[in-house]
């Protein structure tokens, strides 16, 4: 007989449909799998076969095919197990067959039949939305993922034995289940509010952020992490060792306003293909910090594998990508950040097809002035050689560092200011004037598809990023004096331009410029 079940076969972020097709007919007793299936797809036979006998079925003595269709999409993964055993068992005649058509079926078998968790719900459950079908059965584990994206029916199983009955029996199993996998607890919001398509964003959550209160003095680069998150600028920390640039960088992410539905959504779905949820994960509402260590790979920072995977700068989309000790980094490891940097978003290309990876990231890098890290501190005698200056700097090329829309000199404090009992400004006040000045990007951009400052494109610019006279002629004198080019000017107006928003004032002025380009001529010292 023969059977066929859906299920889904992830490429990136895309879920592309497969339609398991199982013939179980006479002949001598083999089990051949067709349709691309890598190899740990072809490792499922021994799995499949083992759960199906511990779960108190039989496993059919006979000749069994399995097609995965469509056969040109490499199939990986675990994820193929329950669909493969289910419809060796619709087959058999075990399984209900007219319960299967619309039910995306997926989840990696034990030995002995239980269901374990598998990688990429949200975006398979969204697919499975946007085909219409009637809804998932998946791991129980894997039900809260699910349960965000609503209009999809979800069917949480533990083993192979509760999907059988599930299939056959669907009003008795949901009546077996003492409770549902619950959604996500949201809130209304008047910027954001509920749509017919998702709920409404979730409330901020309640764990602590290391606060900005805790930093000492510093006030330059405190200003520079206010402008950069109010904007979604990148920012470099250019100081001594001890100077707090790590322990500032640490404490953007609680100065950041906090994650809308829609961002929230795309933050989940990269988290959930890259198997960093975990069993009973559900939305992600705080935005992503990412601190990768200097002897990171390329692939690792950006994405990539066989079945490509997302990297770091996606792992960070909507967030943070710390860099610290940003000079340890391989050169070529850095020279990767230029793309997505500049796009917000990864291509990795395969022969077969494209993955693209969003990567809308801040990011924050921290440096040390020289090799020996003394370089301009009075207290201690820097003893490198102005070669060995020159060559240290050099490892952050030209066209890297005129993507750091900021840069900031973060001297070593006075042992008086270390020891003074005053706090800082907390981080609570400066995230309410971040959150006032983005409500005046989303105000003015209206409809544009952009989040912030950083992301006008050149278009947008006379018109959202207009200058008065005066602070036209300072800037037209800095790009001549600065020697800037054509992106350092772009990029000291979009940074004027959120000055101005954190001043409220709408249109930029030559004070904007001037504070703007201070910035810049740490970059071009």
């Given at each position: 007989m023969l059977a066929s079940l859906r299920t889904v076969a992830l490429f990136g972020l895309d879920a592309c449909p497969v339609h398991v097709e199982v013939d179980v007919s006479f002949g001598f007793p083999s089990f051949t799998m067709v349709g691309l299936p890598d190899a740990s797809v072809r490792e499922s036979r021994d799995r499949v076969k083992s759960a199906i006998r511990n779960s108190g079925f039989d496993f059919p003595p006979h000749r069994i095919i399995v097609n995965l269709a469509p056969a040109d999409v490499r199939k990986a993964g675990a994820s193929f197990d329950l669909p493969i055993a289910l419809g060796i068992l619709a087959a058999s005649g075990v399984v209900e067959r007219r319960h299967i058509a619309d039910l995306i079926l997926l989840g990696e078998l034990s030995l002995d039949?239980?269901?374990?968790?598998?990688?990429?719900?949200?975006?398979?459950?969204?697919?499975?939305?946007?085909?219409?079908?009637?809804?998932?059965?998946?791991?129980?584990?894997?039900?809260?993922?699910?349960?965000?994206?609503?209009?999809?029916?979800?069917?949480?199983?533990?083993?192979?034995?509760?999907?059988?009955?599930?299939?056959?029996?669907?009003?008795?199993?949901?009546?077996?289940?003492?409770?549902?996998?619950?959604?996500?607890?949201?809130?209304?919001?008047?910027?954001?509010?509920?749509?017919?398509?998702f709920p409404a964003p979730p409330a901020p959550p309640a764990r602590a952020l290391p606060d900005l209160a805790d930093v000492r003095g510093q006030l330059l680069a405190r200003r520079a992490l206010e402008v950069a998150a109010a904007g979604g600028h990148n920012v470099l920390l250019v100081g001594p060792p001890g100077a707090g640039k790590t322990m500032m960088a640490r404490r953007m992410a609680g100065i950041l306003p906090p994650l809308t539905f829609e961002e929230a959504l795309e933050v989940t779905a990269v988290h959930s293909v890259a198997g960093l949820l975990g069993p009973g994960g559900t939305l992600l509402v705080e935005r992503p910090f990412r601190a990768p260590h200097h002897t990171i790979s390329n692939a690792a920072l950006v994405g990539g594998g066989s079945q490509p995977r997302p990297g770091e700068v996606s792992l960070a989309h909507h967030g943070v990508l710390f860099l610290d000790e940003m000079l340890e980094f391989s050169r070529h490891v850095l020279e990767v950040l230029r793309q997505p940097l500049e796009e917000g978003?990864?291509?990795?290309a395969r022969a077969a097809r494209t993955a693209i990876f969003p990567a809308r990231f801040m990011l924050v890098g921290a440096?040390?002035?020289?090799?020996?890290?003394?370089?301009?501190?009075?207290?201690?005698?820097?003893?490198c050689t102005p070669q060995h200056v020159a060559r240290y700097r050099s490892r952050l090329s030209g066209p890297l560092r005129d993507r750091l829309d900021l840069t900031v000199d973060v001297p070593a404090l006075p042992p008086e200011a270390l020891g003074s009992g005053s706090d800082g400004e907390a981080s609570a006040c400066v995230r309410a004037r971040v959150v006032a000045a983005?409500?005046?990007?989303?105000?003015?951009?209206?409809?544009?598809?952009?989040?912030?400052?950083?992301?006008?494109?050149?278009?947008?610019?006379?018109?959202?990023?207009?200058?008065?006279?005066?602070?036209?002629?300072?800037?037209?004198?800095?790009?001549?004096?600065?020697?800037?080019?054509?992106?350092?000017?772009?990029?000291?107006?979009?940074?004027?331009?959120?000055?101005?928003?954190?001043?409220?004032?709408?249109?930029v002025a030559a004070d904007h410029i001037a504070e703007a380009l201070q910035f810049r001529m740490s970059a071009d010292g």
């Open positions: 039949g239980s269901i374990q968790a598998t990688r990429g719900v949200l975006p398979i459950a969204v697919a499975a939305r946007r085909d219409r079908l009637a809804g998932l059965l998946l791991p129980a584990s894997n039900a809260a993922e699910a349960a965000i994206v609503e209009g999809v029916d979800v069917v949480p199983v533990s083993s192979l034995v509760e999907a059988v009955r599930a299939l056959n029996d669907p009003a008795a199993f949901r009546a077996s289940l003492s409770t549902r996998p619950a959604r996500p607890a949201v809130t209304a919001s008047p910027a954001h509010p509920a749509s017919p398509a978003y990864v291509a990795i440096m040390n002035p020289c090799p020996c890290g003394f370089a301009g501190d009075s207290m201690r005698e820097c003893r983005r409500e005046r990007q989303r105000m003015r951009y209206g409809d544009d598809p952009l989040l912030t400052n950083a992301a006008l494109t050149p278009s947008l610019m006379s018109k959202h990023c207009a200058l008065d006279g005066r602070g036209a002629r300072v800037l037209v004198a800095a790009v001549r004096q600065m020697s800037l080019s054509a992106r350092a000017y772009d990029r000291v107006r979009k940074v004027a331009r959120t000055i101005a928003d954190l001043a409220g004032d709408e249109r």
